[in-house]
């Protein structure tokens, strides 16, 4: 018999934003895959989860796919989790799902925690219609990337690291304009969570003033 591939979000930053669910699941699995086995180890202590783990990350993903397929081949039920939020998105996980999909076996992903979507809500910019771009490339290809977005209409989500918030927010300003639109929501779910709205112009005078700590999400008005 076949087992099977569950993909779970897990807490992007509060531990109690995780479903039952999803902590029933990682009990009753036979493996975790988890990208990071020391920051996982805390959520599964936390609630008493005592399953095997397995490192599986952006580095080592294309050696492990074959005998992760294999093992589930084989009868094995696997969870696959990542630091924080929803497996695949901006995290490891499309390389398995892709093979899993390809061997037959079935893949559940569980609905949970991910950072975007609380941040493309509470941004108060129209969210009917959206394009989520993740991390734009650190250089090679990064200012084409931006020219073409300056043209899309939609709302568009980006993820930031703190230390190149402020070279964003410039591009920002330099290829959509000073007048647009953008929310960055930071450290979601965690004590200093915050959101700050306004122009492009006006958020980047905020943070070049106050300097940015934590996950950043930010979110930009498309082209009126």
Request: aromatic letters at 6%.
């Amino acid at each position: 018999m076949i087992g099977k591939l569950y993909l779970v979000p897990t807490p992007i930053g509060n531990l109690k934003d995780i479903t039952f669910r999803a902590v029933e699941v990682l009990k009753e699995v036979d493996l975790i895959l988890a990208e990071d086995t020391r920051t996982s180890g805390k959520l599964l202590k936390h609630y008493e989860i005592s399953t095997h783990m397995q490192s599986h990350h952006m580095h080592n993903e294309h050696k492990t796919v074959d005998n992760v397929v294999r093992r589930i081949t084989n009868g094995e039920t696997i969870a696959l989790i990542s630091d924080a939020g929803t497996p695949a998105i901006s995290d490891p996980g499309f390389l398995l799902t892709r093979a899993c999909v390809e061997a037959g076996i079935e893949v559940d992903c569980l609905p949970g925690a991910t950072a975007f979507v609380p941040a493309l809500v509470n941004s108060g910019l129209p969210n009917d219609k959206f394009v989520f771009e993740g991390f734009l490339p650190v250089k090679k290809g990064r200012q084409t990337r931006l020219l073409l977005l300056a043209e899309e209409t939609r709302t568009i989500i980006f993820y930031e690291s703190p230390h190149k918030l402020l070279k964003t927010l410039s591009h920002i300003v330099e290829f959509f304009g000073s007048e647009r639109a953008v929310s960055i929501s930071r450290e979601i779910t965690k004590l200093h969570e915050e959101t700050i709205r306004g122009t492009a112009t006006e958020v980047l005078a905020y943070y070049t003033a106050k300097p940015p700590k934590g996950e950043i999400v930010m979110v930009v008005g498309g082209k009126k």
